[in-house]
């Protein structure tokens, strides 16, 4: 059974840092493009970050700079580190798994990551 399970999400004052997890099991992960989207109320579910099976990252414009995309396939785990953190990055953050082969994707749950002063 696949399971994406996030964590890490909370509540953070503008310009500080969160670190996000996403712990997977139940597939290959090391052949899965792993994925950061973010959906705030009112607003479609948009990519935040992704990182390919070989490693190779990309980040929406917004979060240039400021994320970091990594992940561990020793430990199943992919990362979203925060910095910089802006009002406008309030949203519930998912974690999708994807394999472009077999067009096989995965989403986790979501955990919820307000920025507010």
């Known amino acids: 059974q696949v399971h994406l399970v996030e964590s890490g999400g909370g509540f953070v004052q503008p310009g500080g840092s969160l670190r996000l997890s996403c712990a997977a099991s139940?597939?290959?992960?090391?052949?899965?493009?792993m994925s950061w989207y973010r959906q705030a109320p009112g607003k479609e579910r948009e990519l935040v970050a992704a990182?390919?099976?070989?490693?190779?990252?990309n980040y929406a414009d917004s979060v240039k700079g400021r994320f970091t995309i990594s992940r561990d396939n020793g430990k199943n785990t992919v990362y979203l580190q925060m910095n910089s953190l802006k009002p406008e990055d309030m949203a519930v953050y998912y974690c999708?798994?994807?394999?472009?082969?077999?067009?096989?994707?995965?989403w986790g749950q979501g955990t919820q990551v307000t920025v507010s002063s």
């Open positions: 999708n798994a994807r394999e472009s082969s077999s067009g096989l994707e995965f």
């Open positions: 139940g597939f290959a992960f090391s052949r899965y493009a």
């Open positions: 990182i390919t099976s070989f490693g190779g990252k």
